[in-house]
């Protein structure tokens, strides 16, 4: 058994956190788990097993709800434990399937009425979780009551007990602890596939440049040292998309969290006037044109992605620059949409266009500037350009060495590029 190197603790004006043991170097693990409950995200559940979380274009499918899916034999063997219940579940409601968090909370509820006291949680209980009712709005409280007459719908087919789930559990308060403790479960390159709570670690207080990060496996969470954390220093992680103006942060955070962020970052409003540089008419419109811009990436529209991304960029380039949060998610979208339609030159236009940006923002070691070196990388291998991709590679493993761990399938995944990039080199 692998020694515990954090404790709970009373950090102050937060309440409950984690703090080290002792000096924790960059890249060390601090804790390892799988998720008391999990489910994969409603727009993966064609494409994502449900027990492993690999994905795939033809998993098979379950016989009886004809919607969870599963790579293998063995992994629809694991998974049923969990899924023979919510199979009911599904079943009833088709072709209707529930919000993420309501098969989520379905699937905790399962489990609460079905496990015994040597099944809690050590460091933090379901029961210990802020529910936070008191303090949000009469609108998000009436949200939360759809959501549970949603719920109550789903579990009606299992005739759940729902009075002898533990005191305080109610149906409202499991769904109000899931919104503000559950965690996005993502695969290597950062992509949501799911959705999962990990007790112990909803422990970990925000900050906006947080000392350690968490990555998954499938759906096992690691948490790891991004700097070297002293001992009896506080863990934090950030739970918002650091990517955003501080006051945009604090809002989100307030919000969904019930918090008022006054980390370093926000308290000197610090890279603000750079996320929001050029000319505010110029970055609005790109910033207004982001969501319909994601709308049609979800929806695979390259084509049209492309062609409206690029009237934005050749419209706005000479007066905002790159380093503008909305042009680099605007120089994102159009990277994804060249990329879908072969057009590799200007793809590797503009991830390199991207990279300055990234490393003025993921300054630190962090898995988005890694994961954006690794795709401008495979466009210069690709292309022939393999100094250039040598030097993405080389760069891409350093910080993945720290943020996913050596023995991660990206990390390896870049290694073995890298690899192929000398051994071609060697050749010239």
Known sequence: MEAVIMERFISEGKGNGLRALREIKPGEVIYSCKPF?????RDFLKTACQ??????ESLSRCSQCKTARYCSVQCQKQAWPDHKRECKCLKHLQPRIPTDSVRLVAR???KLLSQSESDQEELYSIAEHQSHLADMSEEKKEGLKHLCTTLQVYLAEENCDLSRLPSGLDPV????????????ISDGE???????????????NHDCQPNCIMMFEGKRLTLRAVRVIRSAEELTISYTDILAPSKDRRSQLQEQYHFRCECKRCSTEDKDCEMLSGEKSAWTSIKDSIHHLEQLQSEQHWDELLKESQALLHRHSDVVPDRNIYML???????DACISLDDYETALEYGNRALGPYKLYFSDPHPSRAVELLRVGKLQHFLGRLEEARGSFTQAYSIMSVTHGAAHALTNQVQRRLSECQAELNTL
Request: contains cysteine; aromatic residues 8%; positive net charge.
């Open 108 to 110: 905790i509820i399962f």
């Open 173 to 184: 308060s499991l769904l109000a602890r899931v919104t503000c403790n559950c965690f996005s």
């Open 51 to 56: 027990s492993c979380l690999k994905r795939g």
């Open 190 to 204: 950062l992509q949501d596939v799911g959705v999962g709570l990990y007790p112990s670690m909803s422990l970990l």
């Open 37 to 41: 409950a999990f489910c994969v995200a």
């Open 329 to 335: 998610r605007l120089l994102d979208l159009a990277m």
